[in-house]
């Protein structure tokens, strides 16, 4: 392959909120010049401060304006940028945007349309990953419309059974089959939920994994060929099929599963002649077996606790990828230091079934102290626009070790001041304090067995209140003081939480 060697003088970041944010600050660490762009509800986003330059692109829906690709290469051509970043979302994984942005002379900062396009069609990256002897879900390995045909396949996989969208992503368009009967009428749903989100239609079959763990892979890999991986993420805390805790490393993973999997994610990726950061995403039972669920060829959600672990900052290695150059590490010298949690604060209400919630964010105070790391794109005072992910930051911790890490994340949650709109916060306090995810063995069921909406309305009367101090004051004596995930703890700590969210 022609590689060319070109060192950025400027790029444009097709992306808003914290994920704009965080691609210009390394930018700038690097000495390249940012673009910004920004749609009429992003008028005085922080994203647009942040930037050297910034350019309104269109009205508030994202349709008219982030998913606006041409405009956002005319843009680019305009500001004689280098290089686009697209950040995760929006045109992150369209490869016709990848195509048309090298089609114009700008470097896309990602990998190559063909596997962008190979990866972003769940079936056509089993089948591409097949060579390398990839362990799949059982289940079919092409689009089925047959409907006698998929019930035969059915029955084989064993139900409960999943139907799921080719073209699906985000947790969008699958179905949980539990039995025979209710087969057919879910077929037909799943397809038309799958050509109405995506406008493919195409479905296919997996058997459903009943209590898995989502087990993910970050790697790397330059145009040289060379590739490697910067370990798990643990991701099974999810609502929806949608992640809110993710954390590095796995409790429950050993040095043989790790080298094994890490193993298979560079496969992976070379089935598809990666470049760029991407992930390989695995789902694993209860036996520690995992299958290949997916690669997403951006840079993740979740990407900071990698970052945290590893000390290697990832959108300056996607950058220097971009530029030509080899990466500067081999697998070897990549290291893993203690133990790091993300959680994310949606503007979401967790005792309304997580629905989004409106509003403006009146108290917006962030937590501070060692090991607490921050990525968010608002400011106190600003409205949470209702046109885009309801994602408000992500609060990230790092410790020496993972007791350490969920007695920070717990005292960080405790410190973040947020008022005038309902998050996933007290959420995430109450899974941090939970038996099940402080023993490390949670799955992605965890919502369905352990959460109600109650749990997080359960104030503690005076009485049970002096019950729970002294239990905790024995169990500190008990224990020494760094064994802080204390359950009771917690209940006292969400109490609090309600009183200043109402
Ligand atoms: P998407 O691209 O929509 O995110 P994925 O294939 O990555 O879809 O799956 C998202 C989540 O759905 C997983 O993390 C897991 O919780 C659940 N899931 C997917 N496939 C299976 C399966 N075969 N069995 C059980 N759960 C599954």
Redesign the pocket.
Known sequence: MNITQKKFKRILVANRGEIAIRVIRSAKEMGIETVAVYSDADRNAPHVKLADFACHIGKSPSTDSYLQGKKIIDVALSLDVDAIHPGYGFLSENADFAKNVSEAGIVFIGPSPEAIKVMGD?LAAKAAVQAYNIPL?PGTDKAIKDINLAKKKAQEAGYPI?I?ASA???????RVVEKEEDFEEQMERAVSEAQSAFGDGSVFI????TS?K?IELQVLGDQHGNIVHLFERE?SV?RR?QKVIEEAPSKVITEEKRAQMGKDAINVAKACSYFGAGTV?F?MDENLNYYF??MNTRLQVEHPVTEMITGIDLVKEQIKIAEGSALSFSQDEVEKRGHAIEVRVYAEDPENNFLPDTGTLNIYQRPQGLGVRVDDGYEEGIPIPIFYDPMIAKLIVHAKNRDEAIARMLRAIEEYNISGIKTTLPFCQFVLGHDSFVSGKFT?KFVEKFFAPEVLSQELSEQEYQAASVLIYEYLQKTGANETANPIQNKAGNSKWKERLR
């Open positions: 769940k879900v999943l799921k699906g992503g985000g947790g969008k368009g699958m997996e058997k459903y994994i898995p989502h991701c999810q099929h995403e789902i669920l997916e992605t």
